[in-house]
């Protein structure tokens, strides 16, 4: 039975979900690999290197798809009028999707009907045996740090103090807010460009971990932010109140900072609005602010997604779509190993092929559906038609 991997055709989607190291990987443990022609090409990997690799190179998504038991992708197939093919339609029944899904109870009863079985790697539990299959954690990671080097390049100054016989030009100030895993990595970038780095969360832990990163904490804290980390890891929804007072707090910090990145996220909502109009305005022509969070409404109020704005006063807003995706080769790298490391966790070797035990924490959390039925809990009220 094959695996196939298909080209990503959504917008902005650059990566691909298995790399030539993944694929030999899996010829190894048995299957047979197709790999769509130019899937890689956006991430580096020209289909001959896939080809050594020992794939076969199918000229179309139906060809790949043909007699597919395994399917790995980056975002959710197309569906029926989505795009010039409908990639749903071509995957056999019974076939394993996996990729970062966008799971909602209308998409897992569009697979359950089509008796896909499909499993939204974005759903994985934040336990530590699954920490290597996390993809959410090993795309953000990347995005903190493309996020900082791209700031850098459209800043017009520099992040290290630079001392010259013409003078001295002073250090950037670099304002981290959000400092999960994306954060985290963006203050440790920043700082090894030599920039003078502070950082802001709302779960108490945060706090700790941006400190032995060495940039200082700046942030509101309040009885309430003492319960802001969800038993996941995530952070919660705090009240109207908690979030004025951050924004005080916030709002004199930002007017003397050259460059903002913000990566805050609430799962399964908007992203929160951290830096307003106004804080904008009354940051330095030059400045830079990066929006990590633009794909999930923006934690910036000025923010275009997709676009780079520059405001009335100068300051330049890079609200890009897909992060990760403006670093594919290492992105793809990743999330290659983590659907790698997912399917070899659960394989059988005399049947070749995954086994997904239904009461494994891992697989309740990630799969959607089976044997025709929504299983995941979050959303099994949607049953298949
Ligand atoms: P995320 O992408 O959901 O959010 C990014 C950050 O935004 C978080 O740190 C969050 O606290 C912060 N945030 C939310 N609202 C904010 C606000 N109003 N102001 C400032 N910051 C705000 O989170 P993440 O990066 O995926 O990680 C969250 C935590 O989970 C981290 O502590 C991370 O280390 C942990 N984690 C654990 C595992 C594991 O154990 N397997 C895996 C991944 C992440």
Known sequence: MRLAVLKERRPA???VAATPETVKKFIGLGRSVAVETGAGLASGI????????GAEIAPDAAAALNGAGIVLKIRAPLGAGEGAVDELSLIP???LLL???????KTAGIYAQLG???????????????????????QANLAGYRAVVEAAGAFDRGFPMLMTAAGTIPAANVFIMGAGVAGLQAIATARRLGGRVSATDV????????RSLGASFVGYESEESKQAQTAG???????AEFYAEQAKVVAAHIAKQDIVVTTALVQGRQAPQLVSAEMVRSMRPGSIIVDIAADAGGNVALTKPGELVTTENGVKILGYHNWPGRIAGASSALFARNLLTFL??????EAKAPKLPAEDEIVKGVLLTRGGAVVHPSFAAAKAA
């Open 93 to 95: 029944r019974g076939a």
């Open 203 to 210: 779960r108490p832990a945060a706090k700790e971990e941006i």
């Open 46 to 53: 020209p289909d001959a290197e896939y080809a050594a690799a």
């Open 116 to 138: 896909i079985e499909a499993g939204a790697m974005e759903l994985l539990p934040r336990i530590t045996r699954a920490q290597s299959m996390d993809i959410l954690s090993s």
């Open 344 to 349: 070899t966790t659960f394989w059988d070797k």
């Open 13 to 15: 989607e650059t990566r």
């Open 233 to 239: 890891g995530y952070a919660k929804q705090l009240s």
């Open 99 to 105: 990729g970062q899904l966008g799971a909602d109870a």
